[in-house]
């Protein structure tokens, strides 16, 4: 369990560093871009990858991957801004039921009544949990719901394309990671570059710096992740309970206690639905 921890860890830490980017003016598209960089490296580093008999990967998941993680990235950090860590990360979380639908309608499993119940309690964890009232700090909350709405959607379709990658036998998965991260860093310097020209941002080097500890952060959640499914594999349904909820049960006593955000009565309802949600469909899965 200690790897699910770290990686629990690592999820929040770049919540945190996402939350933080305002207050310190950093330039988040710079930030992500040299995020990947990093990303790179270490699966170069660790996983060391073989770039060979690629005739046959699957160039449109990959581009994809690497279109739609470095833009849902970007996405990430103005929900953390505007709705805050607690109800992003729940919108994060819940997007694993966008997955289950597609491995009922897509891949042909079958959907039962308990994993039917589950998504039900999770999409009203989500209305729950969207910024509803108004008044003060009403700026900032005015239309979030649909940041939380697009990382719901995005995240889900980002793990939909990931578990296409893992059942893809001819690429081994992390030469396909290696891949992604490789598109990605791309994607996100070409917005850089077109940024920089339109005078919309100045290269700062303390910006690669910050890229690289964020990079460091989002690399050792999914390493810690893979690591505790390797060492729990007979308990899969552990590892998976224990990181959505441990993100959402982390993330919202840093949301809470660290920032001080705001959370109505039915926000509260609505993490306790998440965690309820999670339980339901972990169960029904296994």
Same mark, same amino acid.
């Given at each position: 369990?200690?790897?699910?921890?770290?990686?629990?860890?690592c999820?929040?830490?770049?919540?945190?560093?996402?939350?933080?980017?305002?207050?310190?003016?950093?330039d988040?598209?710079?930030?992500?871009?040299?995020?990947?960089?990093?990303?790179?490296?270490?699966?170069?580093?660790?996983?060391?990858?073989?770039?060979?008999?690629?005739?046959?990967?699957?160039?449109?998941?990959?581009?994809?991957?690497?279109?739609?993680?470095?833009?849902?990235?970007?996405?990430?950090?103005?929900?953390?801004?505007?709705?805050?860590?607690?109800r992003?990360?729940?919108?994060?979380?819940?997007?694993?039921?966008?997955p289950i639908?597609?491995?009922?309608?897509?891949?042909?499993e079958?959907?039962?009544?308990?994993?039917?119940?589950?998504i039900?309690?999770?999409?009203?964890?989500?209305?729950?949990?969207?910024?509803?009232?108004?008044?003060?700090?009403?700026?900032?909350?005015?239309?979030?719901?649909?940041?939380?709405?697009?990382?719901?959607?995005?995240?889900?379709? /980002?793990?939909?394309?990931?578990?296409?990658?893992?059942?893809?036998?001819?690429?081994?998965?992390?030469?396909?990671?290696?891949?992604?991260?490789?598109? *990605?860093?791309?994607?996100?310097l070409?917005?850089?570059?077109?940024?920089?020209?339109?005078?919309k941002?100045?290269?700062?080097?303390?910006? /690669?710096?910050?890229?690289?500890?964020?990079? /460091?952060?989002?690399?050792?959640?999914?390493?810690?992740?893979?690591?505790?499914?390797?060492a729990? *594999?007979?308990?899969?349904?552990?590892?998976?309970?224990?990181?959505?909820?441990?993100?959402?049960?982390l993330?919202?006593?840093?949301?809470?206690?660290?920032?001080?955000?705001?959370?109505?009565?039915?926000?509260?309802?609505? /993490?306790?639905?998440?965690?309820?949600?999670?339980?339901?469909?972990?169960?029904?899965?296994?």
């Amino acid at each position: 369990m200690l790897y699910v921890l770290l990686s629990i860890c690592c999820s929040v830490i770049v919540s945190v560093m996402l939350k933080l980017a305002r207050r310190y003016h950093v330039d988040v598209l710079q930030a992500i871009t040299w995020n990947y960089s990093t990303a790179i490296l270490l699966t170069w580093l660790i996983f060391k990858p073989h770039l060979t008999n690629l005739q046959a990967a699957p160039i449109y998941n990959f581009t994809a991957l690497g279109i739609l993680l470095p833009v849902l990235f970007v996405v990430l950090a103005i929900s953390v801004r505007a709705t805050g860590i607690v109800r992003t990360d729940i919108a994060q979380r819940l997007s694993l039921f966008i997955p289950i639908l597609a491995a009922n309608f897509i891949f042909g499993e079958a959907l039962s009544l308990l994993k039917i119940v589950g998504i039900s309690i999770g999409f009203a964890a989500i209305i729950c949990s969207i910024p509803w009232q108004k008044g003060r700090g009403s700026k900032a909350t005015s239309g979030s719901w649909f940041y939380l709405l697009l990382i719901f959607v995005g995240m889900g379709v /980002i793990d939909v394309l990931f578990k296409q990658l893992a059942t893809f036998k001819a690429v081994p998965y992390t030469t396909s990671l290696f891949i992604v991260f490789v598109l *990605a860093f791309i994607c996100s310097l070409i917005l850089l570059i077109i940024k920089i020209a339109r005078r919309k941002t100045k290269f700062s080097f303390p910006h /690669i710096l910050i890229g690289w500890a964020l990079g /460091i952060a989002n690399f050792g959640n999914i390493l810690f992740y893979l690591k505790g499914h390797q060492a729990l *594999a007979n308990q899969p349904s552990t590892v998976f309970t224990a990181m959505n909820m441990g993100v959402i049960v982390l993330g919202t006593f840093v949301g809470l206690f660290i920032f001080k955000e705001k959370l109505s009565t039915l926000n509260k309802v609505g /993490i306790f639905l998440a965690l309820l949600s999670i339980i339901v469909i972990t169960y029904a899965s296994y």
